[in-house]
């Protein structure tokens, strides 16, 4: 079972015939934890080793769902059973493989399995096949049958302008083996940005089940995902599942007192005084959030004191946690506004993020976390689920959503105009007596038609 699987870059192979194009993979699994769920990431690098590792795919692994099987004997598995489904209106599939080659995403023979598509209430049914010659053993589904199941989401929403590409797997299951064809039912959200996807064999049993996150992708970032690499960004997105740990004990150190009151809990002043005046039987709770939600300056103004201070703050808090024994296992939430990501105004509270990320690093046994609110009143029940959610270290909340840290293909930025100079005017190049400078200079006159140029030592 594959609770959650992000692809982050596509895997380019080489050209066919290239036998000094070689590629190595890396699979990487980690120790399982308590509940059993596992980490697992996908890595390549060019066999010449000239190009540093990329990774094409994080996720998670878990056992076997407490429910499985339950919807295999009625709902839409009972519906795939007959084909085609009853009521279903066709869709038209031809020039579908060219016009996704027309955006970039060129398929082989083998790859190109959507025979039949059709559409019921807004529900999507493909029929994906093998060609011949191509067996299915050897997989637990065969990678271009699965592949072909999920052109049925380009050929239902993609447009001239775009198309829709598989993002990130969540709750997927493989429960039979080894079918040469697929029946597959695709049915999308309200926002068309994710979709339930249930794929059985001829007799209606199921094959996979799981949800899919979709994007739009244009053709010129499609191809730009083959020249451009290794540029990401931090983003906060959406989660697809979140696991949450409530703790009753909780500790509010600092702030106003708004947050304690908003998670019901006691309001500490100062770290050191609330452990000192704990008893010789009782303990510090097993969670501590730190109110690091200070009032930004306003009128765009940052007081570089008032930063410094905020910083020095958090820095005194965690080794005060550091030094005490009795909080070796207690988790610490600091809770920032505003403070990241796009549209931050505090920037003073902004370094409480970095000072934490740095803590988080030098001591990474410890549970140490950050939660930044967005602007308006505190939603207690939203605040208090951000504060329970396990293994997920940086969190935002906006909209009314908890959002997560993670890497992102940052956005290309447009490439410059060549410049254009002006026959009759002169170039200045400081420098330009070095071998650069002299290499420039022939440059613009072969290449801009630069007719004067003045060249001066640095």
Do not use: K
């Given at each position: 079972?594959?609770?959650?699987?992000?692809?982050?870059?596509?895997?380019?192979?080489?050209?066919?015939?290239?036998?000094?194009?070689?590629?190595?993979?890396?699979?990487?699994?980690?120790?399982?934890?308590?509940?059993?769920?596992?980490?697992?990431?996908?890595?390549?690098?060019?066999?010449?080793?000239?190009?540093?590792?990329?990774?094409?795919?994080?996720?998670?692994?878990?056992?076997?769902?407490?429910?499985?099987?339950?919807?295999?004997?009625?709902?839409?598995?009972?519906?795939?059973?007959?084909?085609?489904?009853?009521?279903?209106?066709?869709?038209?599939?031809?020039?579908?493989?060219?016009?996704?080659?027309?955006?970039?995403?060129?398929?082989?023979?083998?790859?190109?399995?959507?025979?039949e598509l059709w559409r019921k209430d807004g529900v999507g049914y493909g029929l994906v096949r093998l060609p011949e010659g191509v067996a299915p053993g050897g997989f637990g589904v065969?990678?271009?049958?699965?592949?072909?199941?999920?052109?049925?989401?380009?050929?239902?929403?993609?447009?001239?302008?775009?198309?829709?590409?598989?993002?990130?797997?969540?709750?997927?299951?493989?429960?039979?083996?080894?079918?040469?064809?697929?029946?597959?039912?695709?049915?999308?959200?309200?926002?068309?940005?994710?979709?339930?996807?249930?794929?059985?064999?001829?007799?209606?049993?199921?094959?996979?089940?799981?949800?899919?996150?979709?994007?739009?992708?244009?053709?010129?970032?499609?191809?730009?995902?083959?020249?451009?690499?290794?540029?990401?960004?931090?983003?906060?997105?959406?989660?697809?599942?979140?696991?949450?740990?409530?703790?009753?004990?909780?500790?509010?150190?600092?702030?106003?007192?708004?947050?304690?009151?908003?998670?019901?809990?006691?309001?500490?002043?100062?770290?050191?005084?609330?452990?000192?005046?704990?008893?010789?039987?009782?303990?510090?709770?097993?969670?501590?959030?730190?109110?690091?939600?200070?009032?930004?300056?306003?009128?765009?103004?940052?007081?570089?004191?008032?930063?410094?201070?905020?910083?020095?703050?958090?820095?005194?808090?965690?080794?005060?946690?550091?030094?005490?024994?009795?909080?070796?296992?207690?988790?610490?939430?600091?809770?920032?506004?505003?403070?990241?990501?796009?549209?931050?105004?505090?920037?003073?509270?902004?370094?409480?993020?970095?000072?934490?990320?740095?803590?988080?690093?030098?001591?990474?046994?410890?549970?140490?976390?950050?939660?930044?609110?967005?602007?308006?009143?505190?939603?207690?029940?939203?605040?208090?689920?951000?504060?329970?959610?396990?293994?997920?270290?940086?969190?935002?909340?906006?909209?009314?959503?908890?959002?997560?840290?993670?890497?992102?293909?940052?956005?290309?930025?447009?490439?410059?105009?060549?410049?254009?100079?002006?026959?009759?005017?002169?170039?200045?190049?400081?420098?330009?007596?070095?071998?650069?400078?002299?290499?420039?200079?022939?440059?613009?006159?072969?290449?801009?038609?630069?007719?004067?140029?003045?060249?001066?030592?640095?």
């Open positions: 079972r594959v609770e959650e699987l992000t692809l982050a870059e596509p895997l380019v192979l080489p050209e066919p015939g290239d036998s000094n194009a070689h590629i190595r993979l890396q699979v990487t699994v980690g120790a399982p934890d308590e509940s059993g769920r596992c980490e697992v990431a996908v890595y390549s690098q060019q066999e010449d080793g000239q190009e540093t590792w990329t990774c094409h795919a994080t996720g998670v692994l878990g056992g076997a769902s407490d429910q499985d099987g339950a919807d295999t004997a009625s709902g839409p598995t009972s519906a795939l059973a007959q084909w085609p489904v009853p009521g279903a209106e066709r869709v038209e599939l031809d020039g579908l493989y060219d016009r996704l080659a027309g955006q970039g995403l060129g398929y082989g023979p083998a790859f190109q399995g959507l025979r065969h990678p271009a049958l699965l592949d072909a199941a999920l052109h049925t989401f380009a050929a239902l929403r993609s447009t001239e302008e775009a198309v829709i590409l598989p993002f990130e797997w969540s709750d997927a299951e493989l429960r039979s083996t080894g079918p040469g064809e697929l029946r597959v039912r695709v049915e999308l959200d309200a926002a068309q940005t994710s979709a339930r996807v249930l794929a059985a064999d001829p007799a209606g049993n199921v094959v996979v089940s799981g949800t899919l996150a979709l994007r739009e992708a244009t053709r010129e970032q499609i191809r730009g995902s083959r020249s451009a690499r290794h540029l990401y960004r931090v983003a906060f997105t959406p989660a697809r599942a979140l696991r949450e740990v409530p703790h009753d004990d909780l500790w509010v150190l600092g702030g106003s007192g708004d947050l304690a009151r908003a998670l019901g809990a006691e309001a500490v002043p100062d770290l050191a005084v609330a452990l000192a005046g704990l008893g010789e039987d009782e303990l510090p709770p097993a969670r501590i959030v730190v109110d690091a939600t200070g009032t930004a300056p306003g009128g765009g103004v940052v007081d570089a004191e008032s930063a410094r201070e905020a910083a020095a703050t958090v820095l005194t808090q965690v080794q005060c946690v550091v030094a005490e024994p009795r909080l070796a296992g207690a988790e610490m939430v600091w809770v920032t506004r505003g403070a990241v990501g796009d549209g931050a105004y505090d920037l003073v509270h902004a370094p409480v993020w970095g000072v934490v990320r740095a803590a988080r690093t030098e001591y990474g046994e410890r549970s140490v976390r950050l939660v930044d609110l967005d602007a308006g009143a505190v939603d207690a029940e939203l605040l208090e689920r951000a504060v329970a959610v396990a293994g997920e270290p940086e969190i935002a909340l906006r909209d009314g959503r908890i959002l997560v840290a993670r890497l992102t293909r940052a956005d290309q930025p447009d490439q410059p105009e060549t410049p254009r100079f002006d026959p009759e005017g002169t170039v200045l190049i400081t420098g330009g007596t070095g071998e650069l400078g002299r290499q420039l200079a022939t440059h613009l006159v072969r290449e801009h038609g630069v007719r004067h140029l003045t060249l001066t030592s640095r």
